[in-house]
T-cell receptor
Framework: AQSVTQLDSQVPVFEEAPVELRCNYSSSVSVYLFWYVQYPNQGLQLLLKYLSGSTLVKGINGFEAEFNKSQTSFHLRKPSVHISDTAEYFCAVSDLMNYGGSQGNLIFGKGTKLSVKP | GAGVSQSPRYKVAKRGQDVALRCDPISGHVSLFWYQQALGQGPEFLTYFQNEAQLDKSGLPSDRFFAERPEGSVSTLKIQRTQQEDSAVYLC?????????????FGPGTRLTVT
């Protein structure tokens, strides 16, 4: 069974500071990895995804993440945050074996609330 | 183009009432997923449709939960005899098809409060 652990439930940071949101996963098979952002009263928006290839993935809004297979991690980073980045961020995995079949449902972590202060 | 839409956005139900939550996926999307997001938690998978076929309902928490997608487009999640533990945000997501199920587009969700 797969699982996703987001190590920090809340991350406060000042505007223009760098931020890292941590994500670790467990899976017995290869997976696809994702980061989603959720603004208040809105649905989930895909920030970036890792499917294969380069382990450094760039996404929207200046975010990037690095896939580390040996540490089973997929941490999200941004070198300089803005007030508008305040939101909840979810890390998710999709089982490649299921993907190759008929499904591909996502397994999410519990989320990290990023609070950017002026 | 239009994204995934869900209605109603908010629903308050008294315990024991039945509710129906609607999802309009992106036109042409074959795959449709329902997730349940409890307060302070990440979304959890409920069920999956490929066109009109419900291929996986392993995440439905009880037999009070029922989902359908009769014509392969609009989907309805029905909860019978609602309980307080059903209070959550219900998210719908769609994708082009099984080969691109990782590229899921989410609706805004329906927040269900059972009193």
């Amino acid at each position: 069974a797969q699982s996703v652990t987001q190590l920090d439930s809340q991350v406060p940071v000042f505007e223009e500071a760098p931020v890292e949101l941590r994500c670790n996963y467990s899976s017995s098979v290869s997976v696809y990895l994702f980061w989603y952002v959720q603004y208040p009263n809105q649905g989930l928006q895909l920030l970036l995804k890792y499917l294969s290839g380069s382990t450094l993935v760039k996404g929207i809004n200046g975010f990037e993440a690095e896939f580390n297979k040996s540490q089973t991690s997929f941490h999200l980073r941004k070198p300089s945050v803005h007030i508008s980045d305040t939101a909840e961020y979810f890390c998710a995995v999709s089982d490649l074996m299921n993907y190759g079949g008929s499904q591909g449902n996502l397994i999410f972590g519990k989320g990290t609330k990023l609070s950017v202060k002026p | 183009g239009a994204g995934v839409s869900q209605s109603p956005r908010y629903k308050v139900a008294k315990r024991g009432q039945d509710v129906a939550l609607r999802c309009d996926p992106i036109s042409g999307h074959v795959s449709l997923f329902w997730y349940q997001q409890a307060l302070g938690q990440g979304p959890e998978f409920l069920t999956y449709f490929q066109n009109e076929a419900q291929l996986d309902k392993s995440g439905l928490p009880s037999d009070r939960f029922f989902a359908e997608r009769p014509e392969g487009s609009v989907s309805t999640l029905k909860i019978q005899r609602t309980q307080q533990e059903d209070s959550a945000v219900y998210l719908c997501a769609s994708s082009l098809g099984p080969r691109t199920s990782y590229e899921q587009y989410f609706g805004p969700g329906t927040r269900l409060t059972v009193t």
